[in-house]
């Protein structure tokens, strides 16, 4: 059809033959330029139908029929939308059955075209859209498109065909689906989109000779029965050997599911430059019967992306199902392979077995768990985020290893060979993991060849081998040579061991040594701190041997402790466990090691908080000063209703049973009480009964005397409880008295270490207490009187933690548990007032006081069942002195200073003041 306008007609009418035109009932106009030798016939659809053979020519947004060699009035017709004509197909629009099935569907034949299907559906043999023009499809709202076993070829032809299956709308019987299909300068581009949105078929080809792309997207799905190209040249005859396709599977239920082989870049193993790019994305799932072959034909490239593609910003990742992923590239390196992780996720798990020659990038911020039978030949490069093994031999013995600043490469309690490794992030044998703690850290990675790094960050692991009954650690084995600086860290997961690591070999270097390998912060394991020594080349036993080699001790020799600046604090308790920057304090490795283990300060930190916890509360019957009985001027009875108040500040100094870790700390105490109830038989005698609570806090600081770390400890808490006195006299208060309390004691307790994490644990219990004592008077004058009391008195002391494990995984555990103190003392004081006092009803009575004070128990703290204990409290001298006021009849104050001295440095210094108020 030549040299015609299209015209609309002026209203509708019936179909009438006309020189030159062909005259629909739709009311429009069609230019014929033969169409003598045709039978028309009139559908009542508007539609025209021919019959010998008539072919279907959409000219128009309404359906015309020109008269052609083909009809559509049968499945052997062709139905040709082009001459940028726009096409709807719904079930209001163009309801035909000519539209229902015919032979081939061709949209932008030559000149553009486009086609709606819109909720309906119509089969065809074929499908040829953007065939040396534009051509566009789109299926909408569940439209149903079925091809009877023919091809759909998108882009032919320096065409560009686009197709769009969105809503729920389905495409089926393909027998191959071509996106971009001969001609370099052509595009096919294909988007199925939205839930239920399905095309299946039997064979996919993105991008043969030319430029294919297939979007798979928001729970959409592609199905095909055989295997799919991504980039492919197929046979031709010119010498176009250029292919370039990208497949893209993204959000959650998104599915491209092949039976057979996914190949990327080419087809045979021939020179080519074929480009085949997958990427699955944000929960989508590629899935292959087979395998995933990356790079084909020799100088192709094939690249699977998970997450997004190299450069872009991270997306989370997708799921790759298949059992085997091949990496084509050559021996010469001719092709580009890559197999990208880019992704946000930190549970992305690739089971497939990866071989061939190619290269692995990690370089999203997530983490990816191998966990197949990897034995590619390459370069492993992580440039961010974590690449984590799950299973042995998840990393390949043949790959070399690139390891980043922001990038981990994570053993994760497998053992792995490698043939390189350079590493400037961090290698990790596997986080803490209860269930799997030795398994952690007993792993080894072995390295063939061989290990740079710059000032990478080596993390060792260290547990209890309960069968063997010996501490393990990691171990890093270097075959070939080292060089660089490597951090290294030690964290214990949770062992529980008497053993140690002392002499444990943790780097292993078959070649020439010449990497360093600095301790970064503290290594620390259970109650111990170690140091990183080189063995040394030496006849002397007390020095570890080879020094090709690296080893933890606890039994060295530190240099001169560091000058700290005494106005900052020891550490920040928000730093993290491991700080990069932190210095180690250096090692002389000349000298002989020391024969005792390098013991943790915390341990001190622990035992300040156990010792506070039970003595903080205690109290003696004249810390709260008795009660006396008086008479009220106004009413003239008898009254001794009291309220009192006590305040208390103390230092103590101690060492642990070790000699090693120097302890220190301040407390402060308040107390509040009365009496609730008093009664007498014979206003002589007089029993209390009364209540009190209580606030206190502690603040300790441990230094050890070999390593010189140093550890904060501090506990603050409450306690509520009763108390009761008997007085023989309570007047004179001579003669004998009995006085008993009980308490519940209630703490929050912390342990700061010198570059560890800050750890947090409560305590509580019951402290209880009773007491006697005789007042004897020895001499009296007109205002003064002389005393001695002899005291006798047990408390039960039994404030104690429930087990705590660190962030390090160090248990600790509190021992020493109930112990009973005894005090054995005398008194000394006077009794009077001065002459300018007289009739004032005003009283002092200072004093004097020596006790001995004996524990049962010392207060015992276990780290992994190495215990040590408060050294020197068993035993103590005390001696205190003071006055006690009475000021008038309705004031008391009293206070008094004391010093306690034990063995080994024990010392305790206390000050005390209270106010008692009678009414």
């Not at 398994?439 to 790094?453: F, Q």
């Not at 004249?622 to 108040?645: A, F, Q």
């Amino acid at each position: 059809m030549k040299n015609f306008q299209l015209m609309p007609a002026k209203r509708p009418g019936r179909l009438a033959i006309i020189p030159g035109l062909l005259l629909a009932s739709t009311g429009l106009l069609v230019p014929v330029d033969a169409i003598a030798e045709e039978r028309l016939c009139e559908r009542e659809s508007a539609a025209l139908c021919t019959e010998n053979k008539s072919k279907t020519t959409l000219q128009a947004s309404r359906i015309l029929l020109a008269a052609q060699p083909y009809t559509p009035a049968n499945a052997t017709s062709d139905a040709i939308i082009n001459n940028n004509a726009s096409v709807l197909l719904s079930n209001t629009e163009n309801t035909d059955d000519v539209w229902n099935t015919f032979r081939g569907l061709i949209v932008g034949k030559d000149s553009a075209g486009a086609l709606v299907i819109d909720g309906r559906q119509i089969s065809s043999l074929t499908g040829s859209i953007g065939r040396g023009s534009a051509g566009i499809v789109t299926l909408t709202n569940g439209a149903i498109w079925i091809l009877r076993g023919g091809d759909l070829v998108l882009g032919t032809n320096s065409g560009s065909g686009r197709l769009l299956v969105e809503l729920g709308s389905q495409i089926s019987g393909i027998n191959e689906l071509r996106i971009g299909e001969f001609y370099a300068s052509a595009y096919g581009s294909v988007m199925i989109d939205g839930t239920g949105s399905t095309v299946k078929t039997n064979w996919v080809v993105v991008g043969d000779q030319d430029t294919g792309k297939l979007d798979i997207l928001n729970g959409g799905q592609v199905v095909a029965t055989e295997h799919m190209n991504i980039g492919y040249v197929g046979k031709t005859d010119r010498n176009n050997l250029f292919g370039n396709g990208a497949v893209r599977v993204d959000g959650e239920d998104s599915l491209l599911d092949v039976a057979k082989p996914i190949l990327l870049g080419g087809y045979g193993t021939g020179n080519n430059d074929a480009r085949g790019v997958l990427t699955v994305s944000n929960g989508g799932t590629v899935k292959s019967g087979k395998y995933l072959w990356l790079g084909v034909g020799k100088g192709s490239t094939g690249i699977v992306n998970v997450g997004s593609e190299e450069g872009d910003v991270a997306q989370r990742a997708g799921v790759i199902n298949v059992p085997w992923i091949y990496l084509g590239d050559t021996a010469d390196n001719t092709s580009t392979v890559q197999l990208n992780f880019n992704h946000n996720s930190d549970d992305f798990s690739l089971a497939a077995d990866i071989t061939g020659r190619g290269q692995v990038n990690h370089n999203g911020p997530g983490t990816t768990l191998l966990s197949g039978n990897n034995a590619y030949t390459g370069i492993t490069s992580l440039r961010n985020g974590t690449l984590r093994a799950g299973s042995t031999d998840a990393f390949s013995r043949n790959s070399d290893f690139t390891v980043d600043e922001t990038a981990t490469v994570d053993l994760n309690g497998f053992s792995q060979t490698i043939r390189s490794l350079s590493l400037d992030g961090m290698l990790s044998f596997g986080q803490p993991g209860t269930d799997e703690a030795l398994k952690r850290s007993n792993s080894i990675l072995t390295v063939s060849g061989n290990y740079s790094s710059n000032n990478g960050l080596l993390i060792l692991n260290t547990t209890e081998d309960a069968v063997q009954q010996k501490a393990v650690v990691n171990q890093l084995h270097v075959m070939g040579n080292t060089s660089g600086t490597t951090r290294v860290a030690l964290q214990a997961l949770g062992s529980q061991t008497v053993s140690n690591l002392n002499g444990a070999r943790v780097v292993w270097v078959d070649g020439e040594s010449g990497g360093e390998f600095v301790a970064v912060g503290r290594l620390t394991a259970g109650a111990y701190d170690y140091a990183l020594l080189r063995g040394n080349n030496t006849d002397d036993s007390a020095l570890i041997p080879d020094s090709n080699h690296w080893y933890l001790t606890n039994t060295w020799t530190p240099s001169e402790e560091p000058i700290r600046d005494p106005e900052e604090p020891i550490r920040d308790p928000e730093e993290p466990a491991i700080d990069p920057d932190t210095p180690v304090l250096p090692v002389q490795q000349e000298e002989p090691a020391s024969h005792d283990s390098v013991l943790r300060p915390e341990l001190g930190a622990y035992l300040a908080n156990k010792s506070a916890g039970n003595t903080l509360f205690t109290t003696r019957l004249h810390d709260r000063l008795g009660e006396s009985h008086y008479i009220d001027p106004i009413t003239g009875e008898s009254d001794v209703t009291s309220m009192w108040l006590r305040n208390v500040g103390g230092h103590t100094r101690f060492r642990d049973s070790s000699g090693q870790l120097k302890t220190q700390s301040n407390r402060y105490v308040l107390q509040i009480g009365g009496d609730v109830a008093q009664w007498s038989s014979d206003e002589v005698e007089r029993w209390h009964l009364g209540v009190m609570f209580g606030y206190a806090n502690s603040q300790s600081n441990t230094r050890s005397d070999v390593s010189h770390y140093r550890a904060d400890g501090s506990i603050s808490g409450y306690s509520a409880g009763l108390y009761a006195t008997w007085y023989a006299n309570n007047v004179e208060k001579s003669g004998g008295y009995l006085d008993s309390w009980m308490l519940y004691n209630w703490f929050d307790n912390t342990v700061r270490g010198e570059q560890l994490a800050t750890e947090k644990y409560r305590s509580r219990g019951v402290t209880a207490s009773l007491e006697a004592g005789y007042a004897f008077k020895l001499k009296e004058t007109a205002r003064l009187s002389y005393w001695l009391q002899p005291q006798v008195q047990l408390t039960w002391m039994d404030v104690s933690s429930d087990d705590h494990q660190e962030a390090n995984g160090t248990v600790i555990r509190d021992k020493g548990k109930g112990n009973l103190q005894s005090r054995l003392g005398v008194k000394a004081y006077l009794r009077g007032y001065n002459q300018r006092d007289e009739g004032k009803d005003r009283l002092f009575q200072p004093f004097i006081e020596t006790n001995w004070l004996h524990n049962s128990r010392n207060y015992s703290i276990s780290m992994n069942e190495i215990q040590g204990d408060v050294d020197g409290a068993k035993n103590i001298a005390e001696l205190r002195a003071g006055v006690e006021a009475k000021v008038n009849t309705r004031l008391h104050l009293w206070g008094n200073v004391g010093q306690q001295i034990g063995d080994s440095g024990y010392s305790d210094s206390q000050a005390m003041f209270g106010v008692k108020v009678l009414f």
